[in-house]
């Protein structure tokens, strides 16, 4: 860690703050979006009995509850996804850093000495190597967690369809 400088420990904890929310997502779409969405069928039920008495208000009832949905398990993971933007462009800012180290012992040694630069090289391609498997590991899991939500609101809706 402490070779690929400061930039190294920022993307470590926005990975752990990356991770920590997708988990988060996991455990939110399986455990508690379940049983709000079969609150909902109940009364979802009810409603399309009193439909059969005259009311015709239900489809805006049900579009408001896929509106909640989407709300719930889709607006959540933008912060996620701009968590998945910042990793490559960390690692750019380290590859900057790196270089600048680089260009620091260029300045002092006259550039005689390889291996003093080869530090400041080395600060310059670990945190653009570890932005870009974040980002690549991040982008799969977000791609996941949007199909998974996509796939909830899908048999939400289906659940609220008027028989």
Known sequence: MSAGGTV??????????????????????????????????????KLTEQVLEGRGWHYRVRAAWLAQAREQLLIPLSVTRTLVALFPLLGLLGTVTGMIAVFDVLASTSGANPRAMAGGVWQATLPTLAGMVLAIGGLFSLARLERNAQRAIGHFAEQLRHE
Do not use: D, S
């Open 8 to 45: 190294m420990w920022l993307l470590a904890g926005l990975c752990v703050l990356f991770w920590t929310l997708v988990l988060e997502r996991l455990w939110y779409a399986h455990r508690h979006f379940p049983v709000w969405a079969q609150e909902r069928k109940i009364l979802w039920q």
